[in-house]
């Protein structure tokens, strides 16, 4: 409750003076991931606790369209991966040739933290005891893979002194369960389902970094931010630890008010932050990038963001299978389907209201939203259900996690696909009001509509523009 306290604090950055609502928009990422909700726990405080503005948290392709839309001024705030961010802003990596200098950080909501996990009775306590052990460092071209060798070199061990394996987070789990490994490393958010499966039926031991080590990592990536694993998180983990995150940070852009990103009662925020046990000290100047700025409040934010982002449980929960085609893109796509009560899925452009794509689809029947993830480039499938005339998003599939896509402990069910990717199943949450905004990225990322076996280009229709997707009930046609 404290921590959720501060966050509503933390909204009032937001706050200025106004005699109308004001509408902001938030850039986060796929349904299915972590940055859409947390970007609607974030709306959900903005719309409650800030008097003059009202704030949308719309669907995109997470880092790198993030960085753009907020630079381009089509997005007033957005998530991003702190290497991304700080890309952007430097005009490095995957923004060579195209600084966005704009770019700003106001805080850090949570971090992938670099969580280093053995058996109890392994005798491995130390990272140097890591030499000569099979290790997991992450799926291949993983962050978890770059993250782990980031690590282990600036500790001085090379992947000469370890059996190196490169398995996905279940599949880590499943190994050391089974005692195919003696280690693996996780760079994620904390908890992540994986590691809270293997501590109920096995005794673990969470290697800790030593303040050198910490320190040696942070000179050779600087975008390390230490911060904190709770104790208590995972069970047999009893004691706060040190460990190295790297933040996924909320954005603006150097074109916002200041007025805007910190209002007059910026040393309440401060005061309130202290009084939740969080880091002292408030958000980075806004006339400077700081990517790790209140890296020891992540977990908080986090846990306060997605219990603000929940909704009322419409069921019990249903299954699909992604659809999949390459048939060319259509307007007008109907469904065949067994006789019953249908709904109309809609895409619409919102800025004049035009039709993009429409379908009629049957109670129980389904569709998927696929887009190609910005930073990694890899397919991601959200896909939905028809029940009773609600939209639900029922599951989705994440090749690998990467910026904006986790599996959030009790959403859902993590399952391996067994291609080294996951499904979060039995998601079974409602849409509210039975629509969402979507921002199609690039080409390159694509954001396409799957149903049965059509499929139809969203961004080939309103790259960047917002389009609403929405399921209409047929008694209000």
Not at 456 to 462: D, F, G, Q
Request: aromatic share 6%.
């Amino acid at each position: 409750m404290r921590s959720l306290k501060a966050l509503a604090a933390a909204a009032l950055l937001f706050a200025a003076p106004a005699t109308a609502q004001t509408p902001l928009s938030i850039a986060t990422g796929g349904t299915g991931g972590v940055y859409y909700p947390m970007g609607g726990g974030l709306a959900e405080i903005i719309n409650t606790k800030v008097d003059g503005y009202t704030a949308t948290a719309e669907v995109t392709g997470a880092s790198v369209e993030n960085m753009g839309l907020v630079a381009s001024g089509d997005a007033d705030l957005a998530i991003g991966l702190a290497d991304t961010v700080y890309q952007a802003q430097t005009g490095t990596g995957r923004f060579e040739g195209q600084q966005l200098e704009m770019i700003r950080g106001i805080a850090s909501l949570y971090a992938n933290m670099i969580q280093i996990v053995t058996l109890a009775d392994s005798g491995i306590t130390t990272l140097d005891d890591l030499r000569g052990k099979r290790v997991s460092i992450g799926a291949p071209g993983s962050g978890t893979e770059v993250n782990a060798g980031q690590v282990l070199t600036a500790a001085g061990i090379s992947y000469d002194d370890i059996d190196e394996q490169r398995l996905n987070f279940n599949e880590t789990a499943d190994a050391l369960a089974n005692g195919d490994i003696d280690a693996g490393f996780w760079s994620v958010g904390a908890p992540t389902s994986s590691i809270l499966n293997l501590a109920t039926t096995n005794a673990i031991h969470m290697i800790a970094l030593t303040d050198d080590q910490i320190a040696a990592a942070q000179a050779a990536e600087p975008l390390f931010a230490r911060t904190t694993l709770a104790g208590g998180v995972y069970q047999g983990v009893d004691e706060d630890m040190a460990v190295l995150g790297v933040p996924n940070v909320l954005v603006a852009s150097s074109a916002m008010s200041d007025d805007l990103a910190y209002h007059d009662h910026q040393g309440d925020v401060r005061e309130h932050r202290r009084s939740a046990g969080g880091a002292s000290g408030g958000p980075a100047d806004h006339d400077r990038f700081h990517p790790r700025c209140d890296a020891d409040q992540a977990a908080s934010r986090r846990a306060a963001l997605l219990r603000g982002s929940r909704r009322d449980d419409p069921g019990p929960p249903a299954s699909v299978t992604p659809f999949r085609g390459g048939a060319p893109a259509v307007l007008l796509l109907t469904v065949l389907s067994a006789p019953g009560h249908a709904e109309t899925l809609v895409a619409s452009r919102v800025a004049d209201g035009r039709v993009l794509a429409s379908a009629e689809i049957a109670e129980g029947a389904g569709w998927c939203v696929l887009w190609r993830h910005s930073v990694q480039g890899f397919e991601v499938a959200d896909c939905y259900l028809n029940l009773a005339g609600r939209m639900v998003l029922d599951r989705s599939h994440l090749p690998d996690f990467a910026a904006g896509l986790d599996h959030i402990p009790g959403r859902g069910v993590q399952r391996s696909d067994g291609m080294g990717g996951y499904w979060i199943e039995d998601l079974d949450e409602p849409v509210p009001g039975n629509a969402y905004i979507l921002r199609p990225g690039s080409m390159a990322v694509d954001h396409r509509l799957s149903i049965g076996a059509r499929v139809i280009s969203l961004s080939a229709l309103a790259e960047h523009e917002r389009v609403r997707i929405s399921l209409t009930p047929e008694d209000a046609r």
